[in-house]
């Protein structure tokens, strides 16, 4: 497709199970963004790819996360053992640079999970 | 650490009239200021953005300002539309050390222009 793919759009699990969310990014474009969004909250940075590897994951909350990026293309986040405070929709952004040169980020619709 | 801050949680305007939107920053070493439109159910998309360089940018409705000496940067849409109805996030990026490419936003204003 034309744009950032994101799956699931949405996502209900309990408390304790694990959780997969993908994204896969605008054709050709080498940097790819995880962030996440809480109810009421601001955009909230995760962890960014460039290529297959990740420069900076400084924003994953705790070692429950984890995210891997394979053939330059399609990304997986993890959350482990998810708790209530994961809930929140997890934005997944490509660009063909680092920063899109400018900082214009192709952002997906987003994958809502809820943890009971 | 909130690097971008939107103070404002939401503004009200009449359609026709001028919306501001408000942010500020504390990283002196951020190269370009973007401005972000989210409606619900959706993505954030690119509106526009400004270079550290620079102290206004103008695309159509949309005007960008830049007060570097005061860490501030505005968001002027003139006449307001009620399209224009939306979140607006404000984010910054920088291309030196480790924060290399990665974009930080605010919380967010919530635009509603009435008809």
């Known amino acids: 497709g034309a744009g950032v793919s994101q799956s699931p759009s949405n996502k209900v699990t309990e408390k304790g199970k694990d959780v997969e969310l993908r994204c896969d990014p605008i054709?050709?474009?080498?940097?790819l963004y995880w962030y996440r969004q809480r109810l009421g909250q601001g955009l909230e940075f995760l962890i960014y790819?460039?290529?297959?590897?990740?420069?900076?994951k400084s924003g994953l909350p705790s070692d429950r996360f984890s995210a891997e990026r394979t053939g330059e293309s399609v990304s997986t986040l993890t959350i482990q053992r998810t708790q209530q405070e994961d809930s929140a929709v997890y934005l997944c952004?490509?660009?063909?640079?680092?920063?899109?040169?400018?900082?214009?980020?192709?952002f997906g619709e987003g994958s809502r999970l809820t943890v009971l | 650490d909130q690097q971008v801050k939107q103070n404002s949680p939401s503004l009200s305007v009449q359609e026709g009239r001028i919306s501001i939107l408000n942010c500020d920053y504390t990283?002196?070493?951020?190269?370009?200021f973007l401005w972000y439109k989210k409606y619900p159910a959706e993505g954030p998309t690119f509106l526009i953005s400004?270079?550290?360089?620079?102290d206004k940018n103008e695309d159509g409705r949309f005007t960008v300002f830049l007060n570097k000496s005061a860490k501030h940067l505005s968001l002027h849409i003139v006449p307001s539309q009620p399209g224009d109805s939306a979140v607006y996030f404000c984010?910054?990026?920088?291309?030196?050390?480790?924060?290399?490419?990665?974009?930080?936003f605010g919380q967010g204003t919530i635009l509603t222009v009435h008809p």
């Open positions: 952004a490509s660009s063909l640079a680092p920063g899109g040169n400018t900082g214009e980020l192709f």
């Open positions: 790819f460039q290529g297959n590897s990740a420069p900076d």
């Open positions: 054709s050709g474009h080498t940097a």
């Open positions: 990283n002196s070493m951020f190269d370009y």
């Open positions: 400004i270079s550290s360089i620079k």
């Open positions: 984010a910054a990026i920088g291309f030196g050390g480790t924060s290399y490419g990665k974009l930080t």
